[in-house]
């Protein structure tokens, strides 16, 4: 499956952008999805994933109660809702598309990635 995010940009601290992530290829349904993040200087981790029908959803700590997954089968797409956003947020997100119908914390456990999509948070 081929990947392409948007709706990366600049805005202030406490802030919403909503990220999107278009597939194509294979069937999108089949396969868990996720969102990752990278900053310069640092590992890429893990920030939110989302299992094949959407019944099932995973954050890490720090975007937990802020960040939102979703999906939409019948428009291949995924989606990252980013409410208050925080300085500390700012990275290259990533989207991926899992081996397996349900989602992972792993990166090693996505397949397909997309290029990634600037979020600056200045405060």
């Known amino acids: 499956v081929q990947l392409q995010a948007s709706g990366g940009g600049l805005v202030q601290a406490g802030g919403s952008l909503r990220l999107s992530c278009a597939a194509s290829g294979r069937i999108f349904s089949n396969n868990g999805m996720g969102w990752f993040r990278q900053s310069p200087g640092k590992e890429r981790e893990f920030v939110a994933g989302i299992s094949w029908n959407g019944g099932s959803t995973v954050y890490t700590e720090s975007v937990e109660g802020r960040f939102t997954i979703s999906r939409d089968n019948a428009k291949s797409t995924t989606y990252l809702q980013m409410n208050n956003l925080k300085p500390e947020d700012t990275a290259a997100y990533y989207c991926?598309?899992?081996?397996?119908?349900?989602?992972?914390?792993?990166?090693?456990?996505?397949?397909?990635w997309g290029q990634g999509t600037q979020v600056t948070v200045s405060s």
């Open positions: 991926a598309a899992s081996r397996r119908p349900y989602t992972s914390r792993r990166s090693s456990d996505f397949n397909s």
